[in-house]
Antibody, heavy 118, light 110 residues
Framework: QVQLVQSGAEVKKPGASVKVSCKAS????????ITWVRQAPGQGLEWMGR????????NFAQKLQGRVTMTTDTPTSTAYMELRSLRSDDTAVYYC???????????WGQGTLVTVSS | QSALTQPPSASGSPGQSVTISCTGT?????????VSWYQQHPDKAPKVIIY???KRPSGVPDRFSGSRSGNTASLTVSGLQAEDEADYYC??????????FGGGTKLTVL
C-alpha cells in the first residue's frame, strides 16, 4: 500500500533552517510528483510547492521563493523540503503528499510539526 | 496567488444536505478542470474526496458530490452523518504552475 512517512518534529530558532524528509513506499516513486503543504496552528492549508520525482523540476509558491528548496533522492524514494531563514510564522505542520500531476494529491504523509521559537 | 474563498462554517442536521461553495477566478477554478476537495478531521492529514470537479476516488461515499458553475465550485454532502463533521478545503490548479487552496469550511453536524 502507498505510504509516505515523514521525519519527526523539529524545534528551530528564528533564522535557522529545517529539512523535512518524506520516504515513499508502495508505488513507483518516479511516476508521481511530491507536493508540500503546510498548516499553521488553527489555520488552513497552504500550498508550498511541488517537485517532479523523475526530473526534479520544481515550482514554488511565490511567497516562499528564495527560502525553500525541494529535492528528491530516487534510489531511496525520499523527498526533502528545506526551508531557510525561519520565522515564527513558519511554525506549522508540514505535509508531503503524492501529486497526481497538477490535478490533486491522493496520499499524504503523517505531517511534521516544525516549531520556530527563540 | 490569493486563496479561494469558502464560507468559514456550515452546518446541518443528520440526514440533511449541505453545500459548501468555493469561489475563485477564471485563472483557477473557472479556468481548469483541476478542482478538488479535501476532508480533514482534527489532528489528521487531509483526505481527497472529490477531484476533477466532480469525480470521487474509490471508497468515498456517493453522498459526496462536486459541481462547478463559472468561477464557483461546490461540494454537496447529502444524508449528513456524524462522521462528516470535519474541515473541508477546496483547491485548484492556478495559472503559471501554481496551486491554491481555499480557506477551509468547518462543517458541524447538529
Amino acid at each position: 500500500q502507498v505510504q509516505l512517512v515523514q521525519s519527526g518534529a523539529e524545534v528551530k530558532k528564528p533564522g535557522a533552517s529545517v529539512k523535512v524528509s518524506c520516504k515513499a513506499s508502495g508505488y513507483t516513486f518516479t511516476n508521481y510528483g511530491i507536493t508540500w503543504v503546510r498548516q499553521a496552528p488553527g489555520q488552513g492549508l497552504e500550498w508550498m510547492g511541488r517537485i517532479s520525482a523523475d526530473k526534479g523540476n520544481t515550482n514554488f509558491a511565490q511567497k516562499l521563493q528564495g527560502r525553500v528548496t525541494m529535492t528528491t533522492d530516487t534510489p531511496t524514494s525520499t523527498a526533502y523540503m528545506e526551508l531557510r531563514s525561519l520565522r515564527s510564522d513558519d511554525t506549522a505542520v508540514y505535509y508531503c503528499a503524492r501529486a497526481r500531476g497538477w490535478n490533486y494529491v491522493d496520499y499524504w504523509g503523517q505531517g511534521t510539526l516544525v516549531t520556530v521559537s527563540s | 496567488q490569493s486563496a479561494l474563498t469558502q464560507p468559514p462554517s456550515a452546518s446541518g442536521s443528520p440526514g440533511q444536505s449541505v453545500t459548501i461553495s468555493c469561489t475563485g477566478t477564471n485563472s483557477d477554478v473557472g479556468g481548469y478542470d483541476y478542482v478538488s476537495w479535501y476532508q480533514q478531521h482534527p489532528d489528521k492529514a487531509p483526505k481527497v474526496i472529490i477531484y476533477e470537479v466532480s469525480k470521487r476516488p474509490s471508497g468515498v461515499p456517493d453522498r459526496f458530490s462536486g459541481s462547478r458553475s463559472g468561477n464557483t465550485a461546490s461540494l454537496t454532502v447529502s444524508g449528513l452523518q456524524a462522521e462528516d463533521e470535519a474541515d473541508y478545503y477546496c483547491s485548484s490548479y492556478a495559472s503559471s504552475n501554481n496551486f491554491v487552496f481555499g480557506g477551509g469550511t468547518k462543517l458541524t453536524v447538529l
